[in-house]
């Protein structure tokens, strides 16, 4: 378990839903093929982008076996998000994704009744990880949207006092880059770092970053990779020329609003017609919204780029 290591680009898969809410599983198979051919090696089901949240432990369920069943060897990893605010649906989830062989899971603190210090997260993660023992752990750290404002050192320097066995990695969806350096540093081989703020993908390369998980890649996948082989090669104007393109669209996901519905309509647009509405309370994009959207798009040659 300790040489699981995650390389490259992992997409954090919307879920896709028909127009009544329902999720549908049909469109996973046509969605599977598209990241095949854009370069993504890896897939992040239930998440934020993926509305894990919003999803009963039963559809989490079934997204996470119809992702297994259409993987048929085509993807490197499948990492499940099994996060929830009941430690049991954790744990019922965790024991899922093992029962049918994902490669790894991935859990967010409960957000409700938060962890009222380190020790208690950690205490945490330990539980869910009996669930699974047999698969590496990565803890999603989102500050942003956990509430949880622990330092990464923090919880690094916590594990001497509360290991936890199967903990491999963190996803790491912040900005500060000083506290990632620090337990990078640190931790060394102890812990892979996933970063997971697609708009800052260049300072991670730079910070010797061999993982990535982001919704971006959902539609991103051969722009992202140009990137990254640009920055293997040592050429940056090629690496500044691709991330132009982020720094011309991420400004128009905010201009929509900047959540889960945005993004989905993005994605309708540019990959998955079938990928539907967001599930309440986030929103979805209306026609008007969504033909606006798509006139900028092409304003600043994203469909072009995205190809």
Not at 108 to 123: C, E, G, I, R
């Amino acid at each position: 378990m300790q040489n699981f290591k995650v390389k490259g680009f992992t997409a954090a898969v919307f879920t896709p839903m028909k127009e009544n809410g329902d999720i549908n599983l049909e469109a996973i198979d046509q969605y599977a093929t598209q990241l095949v051919a854009d370069g993504v090696r890896n897939i992040f089901p239930c998440g934020t982008t993926g509305e894990g949240a919003s999803l009963t432990v039963n559809e989490r369920k079934q997204i996470a076996e119809k992702w297994l069943q259409v993987c048929n060897k085509r993807f490197d990893v499948i990492m499940v998000h099994v996060g929830a605010d009941s430690l049991r649906d954790t744990q019922n989830l965790a024991s899922h994704a093992a029962d049918i062989e994902a490669d790894a899971i991935c859990v967010v603190s409960p957000t409700f009744f938060k962890p009222q210090s380190v020790d208690l997260l950690l205490q945490y993660l330990r539980e869910v990880s009996t669930a699974a023992p047999s698969l590496p752990l990565y803890y999603y750290h989102n500050p942003g949207h956990t509430g949880l404002n622990f330092s990464l050192e923090s919880i690094w320097e916590g594990l001497k006092k509360t290991p936890v066995p199967t903990l491999r990695g963190v996803k790491f969806t912040n900005s500060n880059f000083y506290d990632m350096a620090r337990v990078q540093k640190l931790a060394g081989d102890k812990l892979q770092i996933l970063y997971s703020t697609d708009e800052q993908l260049p300072s991670a390369l730079a910070m010797g970053i061999e993982g990535f998980v982001g919704s971006t890649y959902n539609y991103a996948g051969k722009g992202a990779n140009r990137m990254l082989e640009a920055y293997k090669k040592g050429d940056m104007k090629a690496v500044q020329k691709e991330y132009a393109m982020y720094l011309s669209f991420i400004p128009l996901l905010f201009k929509y609003g900047g959540n889960v519905g945005v993004n989905k309509g993005l994605m309708k647009l540019a990959r998955l017609s079938k990928i539907g509405p967001a599930r309440l309370p986030n929103p979805t994009l209306d026609d008007k919204q969504l033909q606006s959207m798509d006139e900028d798009l092409k304003k600043i040659g994203f469909y072009e780029w995205i190809n």
